[in-house]
């Protein structure tokens, strides 16, 4: 084999990994949507810990606000948690 015909192999085999890779890369709408899941998985978490929390301090009777703060703050750890999840895939 020539080194012309070498070098002529290696640019079609990079060309067609740059092809590759550009359509690998993604659309913007599955960018949106990778970013929203993201929000979800922070955001819900905590949400639902202050709703349960807020919940179990009316049950309680007494003015409380431990449940909430408390599982507020779990929830953040939850999302983070799981964003990280993400992330790391």
């Known amino acids: 084999m ?3 015909e070498r070098l002529r192999k290696h640019l079609e085999v990079q060309e067609h990994r740059l092809k590759r890779a550009e359509q690998a890369r993604g659309t913007l ?7 929203g899941t993201v929000g979800l998985l922070l955001v819900l978490p905590p949400v639902a810990g202050a709703y349960l929390g807020n919940w179990l301090d009316r049950r ?3 003015y409380s606000v ?3 703060i408390s599982l507020i703050l779990l929830g953040l750890g939850v999302g ?3 964003v ?3 992330i790391k895939e």
Do not use: K, P
Request: no cysteine; glycine share 4%.
């Open 2 to 4: 020539s080194r012309e």
């Open 29 to 35: 709408l599955s960018r949106a949507l990778y970013v």
């Open 60 to 62: 309680a009777g007494a």
């Open 66 to 68: 431990q449940w909430t």
């Open 80 to 82: 983070v948690f799981n």
């Open 84 to 86: 990280y999840r993400l």
